[in-house]
């Protein structure tokens, strides 16, 4: 028998692993991306079943979830022909007989088991008539290693493809005991003694083993807790030693006074009274650029809260002390609606802003190329273009990012090498970040909240109904139209390929022309051109079409305060935080506006809770909880291109808040004391770090 010291657990290939070999190896590696036998120990199970109670027969009733029985199959039959076919067992253990029933591998069944020997057996009883069948049953001979420990057992995830190689959650139980029966003696502890002692987790090794192999609901609650709260610890210890390190060594520009271009927009221009919460974000803004470090800010408020006034006021901050600022945009017509509205709200106080985006003409942008360079040009709003090695700044003090999470990290990072010192970072969304999210996604950045709507904005009502009210939805249209309103009607497609969707859209966008002859009617959606999707835009931000006929490209940015209504069809195939953002497009202006969201009568339970949170509340927080909570993180908008791995094997941000606060509390304590973890009782936390990120690109320097 072999034993493996624990060192080499991760260096020792899975195949070498008894019950494993090339081919299967081939498999963990493709399917599940495990290669060594540390892999596989923290490729940990997704439920746990109670199999420690054995049924009688006779004791079978309809309302029983998964039962264990234990007794002897007395016989086969085959019924039926073709597609049809199945087999069916009798089996009893003395106190009655139930029938066990297969669909499919039908000759591997009655090779493997024989009538006459004993097997336990587990399965869901189901009512048939007046008997009971288990389907599809799994059974094993009671000698079975693993049923000497009945109890809570195990279930691993597996693939279609490894189940057709015979490798579901049992086969990887059974691996899964041979590893842990090879391992010699305790596995070294991943924790130091005062970060076991502080958050009172059990070792690793009990960890371990209770997670695989539970000897009690107790014992398995704290292998959970143990493993949670380790994976979100070096999470939080990661990003907050870099945003300690980054804020140490880095400085930043010094915005030291509030000067004329400030203060006369502040009395001159501004369009209505700042909210409270704007005032307050300013402030925080004001302290940071002010601090002589570098400021690195997300700006979180919801769709019309007046983030981009604030952008504008940050911008113009910067140019008060002699610097240039940038704003960034995802799209071209984001970035000129930014340009209009900024240019015209700053024409008063003379500030020379430009736009550079991918269409801009040659003859154009070597004039701003030339302005930038000089010093002449204050602002300069643009698309990715902005990021090209020829845009050269004469003293870039400040970068405004919109809609960060359309960026990726690299592109973001580009704009850092445009001074000598990295330029103060305000990174805005109209995606509201759960407060858990927010501290793993953007953990090295601080968060300001704008809360408030401006004064005169009324709340959107929103409606779901059903498919067969389109009569009366369609002469509620009529009658916005013609008290010269705008209507968006949005279309599910998802993915860009997906053909029957894009059909669902044209044909769509017939029907509308049909219903509504007297109206223009115009189509957006992203396998357009730019210029032709430009140019249908154009027709309703200008007024001259009444109803526009999109997908989701027009989740972000379009601002037209005449559009009152939006329709989104097939409302169920969209996540929560999409359907919150395509609700902000309306309600811009001061009439009451409308979102309808229209579905089928067949819908999930899930479904239906989604679209009730949606008309239940406009508050784009409780929203993306409420996702958060639904969908997992891994869906939530932009944690994909963030630059944190979000491979995270047991901890679930939606559910594990307290944990990761207490992470993140203990990791603060530990940097407060050691910023540099150079202390010897932290080589522990130096190994692992080391050990989990060395894979890593560490953008948390970054943004």
């Known amino acids: 028998k072999c034993y493996y010291p624990m060192s080499d657990l991760s260096t020792r290939d899975i195949k070498f692993l008894p019950g494993v070999g ?44 998964y039962i264990q029985l234990r007794g002897e199959i007395l016989n086969f039959e085959t019924q039926g022909e073709g597609k049809g076919r199945r087999l069916i067992a009798r089996f009893s253990d003395g106190t009655g007989i139930i ?127 143990r493993l949670k709260f380790e994976e979100l610890f070096y999470l939080q210890l990661n990003i907050l030693r870099f945003t300690r390190q980054r804020q140490k060594k880095l400085g930043g520009f010094r915005f030291d006074h509030i000067g004329d271009y400030f203060n006369n927009f502040y009395h001159q221009c501004l369009p209505f009274e700042l909210t409270n919460a704007q005032k307050r974000v300013l402030r925080e803004i004001r302290a940071d650029v002010g601090s002589g470090k570098q400021m690195n800010r997300l700006l979180q408020g919801d769709v019309g809260s007046g983030k981009t006034l604030v952008a504008l006021m940050s911008m113009l901050m910067a140019v008060d002390n002699g610097f240039q600022a940038c704003l960034m945009a995802p799209t071209e017509i984001l970035a000129s609606q930014h340009y209009e509205s900024i240019s015209e709200l700053v024409a008063p106080i003379g500030i020379h802003v430009e736009l550079l985006t991918g269409s801009t003409r040659k003859k154009e942008r070597e004039r701003i190329h030339e302005g930038l360079l000089t010093g002449d040009v204050n602002l300069i709003i643009g698309t990715h273009a902005l990021i090209e090695d020829t845009v050269l700044f004469s003293n870039l003090g400040l970068v405004v990012i919109d809609e960060q999470h359309r960026f990726g990290v690299e592109q973001r990072a580009r704009l850092w090498k445009k001074n000598n010192r990295p330029p103060h970072i305000l990174v805005m969304t109209a995606t509201p970040i759960p407060r858990t999210l927010a501290m793993t996604v953007y953990g090295d950045l601080d ?31 009529r009658k916005q139209i013609e008290m010269d309103r705008q209507i968006y009607i949005v279309y599910p497609l998802i993915q860009e390929s997906e053909r029957s969707d894009l059909k669902n859209l044209e044909d769509g966008f017939k029907h509308i022309q049909e219903v509504f002859p007297e109206f223009k009617v115009c189509m957006v959606h992203g396998k357009m051109k730019p210029a032709e999707k430009d140019a249908e835009m154009q027709k309703f931000v200008s007024g001259e079409a009444h109803i526009m006929v999109a997908t989701t490209v027009i989740e972000v940015g379009v601002n037209v305060p005449n559009a009152s209504v939006m329709i989104i069809e097939n409302a169920e195939r969209f996540g929560l935080s999409q359907l919150h953002q395509l609700r902000g497009r309306v309600g811009r202006g001061a009439d009451q506006s409308y979102c309808i969201l229209m579905t089928s009568h067949k819908l999930s339970q899930e479904t239906r809770k989604r679209l009730e949170i949606m008309v239940r509340t406009n508050d784009g927080f409780e929203i993306s909880e409420a996702d958060l909570q639904l969908r997992g993180p891994g869906d939530m908008e932009g944690t994909q291109q963030s630059g ?13 808040g307290q944990i990761l606060q207490l992470a993140r509390d203990i990791a603060n304590e530990i940097l407060d004391k050691d910023p540099e973890l150079s202390l010897t009782e932290n080589y522990v936390l130096n190994r692992q770090l080391q050990k989990i990120f060395k894979k890593k690109i560490n953008w948390s320097l970054i943004s």
């Open 99 to 225: 029938e066990l029933v297969w669909f499919k591998g039908i000759k591997f069944i009655i090779e493997k088991y024989k009538p006459g020997i004993e097997y336990t057996l587990f399965g869901k009883p189901t009512r048939f008539g007046s008997k009971f069948n288990i389907a599809h049953p799994e059974i094993d001979p009671i000698d079975d290693i693993i049923d000497k420990a009945p109890g809570l057992q195990a279930y691993y995830s597996t693939t279609e493809k490894m189940k057709s190689h015979f490798l579901n959650s049992k086969a990887i139980q059974k691996i899964m005991y041979n590893l842990w029966k090879s391992i010699n003696g305790p596995l070294p502890e991943t924790l130091p003694a005062q970060v076991i002692a502080r958050s009172q987790v059990i070792y690793l090794t009990e960890a371990i083993q209770n997670i695989h192999f539970p000897q009690s609901p107790d014992l398995l609650r704290k292998a959970q807790f």
């Open 22 to 65: 090339p081919k299967k190896a081939e498999l963990f590696n493709k399917e599940l991306k495990i290669f060594s036998f540390e892999d596989l120990l923290y490729y940990f199970p997704y439920k746990y079943i109670d199999r420690s109670r054995t049924y009688k027969i006779k004791e079978i009733d309809g309302n029983m979830p």
């Open 644 to 656: 944190i791995a979000f491979d995270l094997k047991i901890a679930n941000i939606a559910k594990d």
């Open 447 to 477: 968060v300001s909240v704008i809360d408030e709507l401006p004064p005169g904005r009324k709340p959107i009502q929103t409606i779901h109904q059903y498919d067969n009210k389109r009569g009366a939805l369609y002469a509620s249209i």
